[in-house]
Structures are given as structure tokens and as C-alpha cells.
T-cell receptor, first 108, second 111 residues
Framework: GQSLEQPSEVTAVEGAIVQINCTYQTSGFYGLSWYQQHDGGAPTFLSYNALDGLEETGRFSSFLSRSDSYGYLLLQELQMKDSASYFCAVTDNNDMRFGAGTRLTVKP | DTEVTQTPKHLVMGMTNKKSLKCEQHMGHRAMYWYKQKAKKPPELMFVYSYEKLSINESVPSRFSPECPNSSLLNLHLHALQPEDSALYLC??????????FGPGTRLTVL
């Protein structure tokens, strides 16, 4: 089976840096993805890690350690529009499983 | 064309109705997916089509019936649904196994 753990809620202020962690237990593993979902919207792809290390895309970075079954999403220079739910997801062949999601609230 | 479209955006149906959800993408992606998402929950995988063949069916009740007429289209046929089936139904496509592009979803209410 598969399980993914991530914090349910995180709160931060504008301009700050926040890290959302994700640990996983899976029978198969191709990579770890991160998705953002605003209320009433659809998930949008943020980042993907198949190999250990850091991937940087603008203000967002994602890290993976396969040996630790652990990854994180790092959001820098937080903006109010970053308030949303963030999901980590494990890919195994054509299968993708999402974590329960982390609700990020950015305050002025 | 770099988006996944879904119709209708909203659907209200009775438990005896038959309806269909439609999904379309013209990005040449060969994998397409149906997800169900309840409020404040993550998307739950329902079906996966790879090269127009059903590759994953996550033990979804038979009142949900997927169809992939061609590489650009994905349908979800609904029949005799229950009120607990009310949810946001998301379609996604993928060029490979690591990224998925989601449509805006169909918000379904079953009365």
C-alpha cells in the first residue's frame, strides 16, 4: 500500500519562507510531485523530483531524499496569493497518490 | 492548445438519471485520468487510460463507467448515482508519468 504524511496546516507572513514536508511509504516509486490548489480551483503542477536533490523553479523549490522517503516544498518570498492547499503526490508507473494536503495561510 | 477542458462545469442529477462528463485535451498526452475529490480532501484516483486502454480501475462502483473514444477524449458515464457521489470530478492528462495537467473539474450534485 501507499501512505503519504504532510502537515495539515501551516501559517506564515508575507515575505517569509515556509517549508512543507512530506514523508511517504510506497510499494513502488518513480518520483514525488507537488501540486497547488486554490479554493474552488483545480490542482496545478508545481514541481517534480525523481532523483535526490533540490529542484528550483522561481520562488518554489522541491527537495527529495529517496533513502529517507522524504521530500519538501520550499516557498520563498511568500505572497498572499500563495494561500492555498499544497499536495505532495507519489508516482508509481501510471498511478499517482496524493497526500492529504497542507493548508497554507499567508498573513499580511 | 495547452489545457484540459471539462464539460459541464456543474451538474445536478437525480439518482435515476444517466449523464456523462466529458474531458478533452489536444496536447498529445497519451495518459488520461479521472479523479474524484470531496471537499477538503485530496483527489482520489478512479481510472487511468494509457494509450486509450484502461490500465487502472481503482475498484470504482459500476455506476461509474469510463470511456476513451480516442486519444484526445475521455468520458465518464454516470448512472444510478447516490448522494454520496456528489463531489468535484477532475480529469487530468499526462505526457509521461511525472506531471499531470488537470482540467477545471465538474462539480456534481446528486439529489
Amino acid at each position: 500500500g501507499q501512505s503519504l504524511e504532510q502537515p495539515s496546516e501551516v501559517t506564515a507572513v508575507e515575505g517569509a519562507i515556509v517549508q512543507i514536508n512530506c514523508t511517504y511509504q510506497t510499494s513502488g516509486f518513480y518520483g514525488l510531485s507537488w501540486y497547488q490548489q486554490h479554493d474552488g480551483g483545480a490542482p496545478t503542477f508545481l514541481s517534480y523530483n525523481a532523483l535526490d536533490g533540490l529542484e528550483e523553479t522561481g520562488r518554489f523549490s522541491s527537495f527529495l531524499s529517496r533513502s529517507d522517503s522524504y521530500g519538501y516544498l520550499l516557498l520563498q518570498e511568500l505572497q498572499m496569493k500563495d494561500s492555498a492547499s499544497y499536495f505532495c503526490a507519489v508516482t508509481d508507473n501510471n498511478d499517482m497518490r496524493f497526500g492529504a494536503g497542507t493548508r497554507l495561510t499567508v498573513k499580511p | 492548445d495547452t489545457e484540459v477542458t471539462q464539460t459541464p462545469k456543474h451538474l445536478v442529477m437525480g439518482m435515476t438519471n444517466k449523464k456523462s462528463l466529458k474531458c478533452e485535451q489536444h496536447m498529445g498526452h497519451r495518459a488520461m485520468y479521472w479523479y474524484k475529490q470531496k471537499a477538503k480532501k485530496p483527489p482520489e484516483l478512479m481510472f487511468v487510460y494509457s494509450y486509450e486502454k484502461l490500465s487502472i480501475n481503482e475498484s470504482v462502483p459500476s455506476r461509474f463507467s469510463p470511456e476513451c473514444p480516442n486519444s484526445s477524449l475521455l468520458n465518464l458515464h454516470l448512472h444510478a448515482l447516490q448522494p454520496e457521489d456528489s463531489a468535484l470530478y477532475l480529469c487530468a492528462s499526462s505526457p509521461r508519468d511525472n506531471t499531470q495537467y488537470f482540467g477545471p473539474g465538474t462539480r456534481l450534485t446528486v439529489l
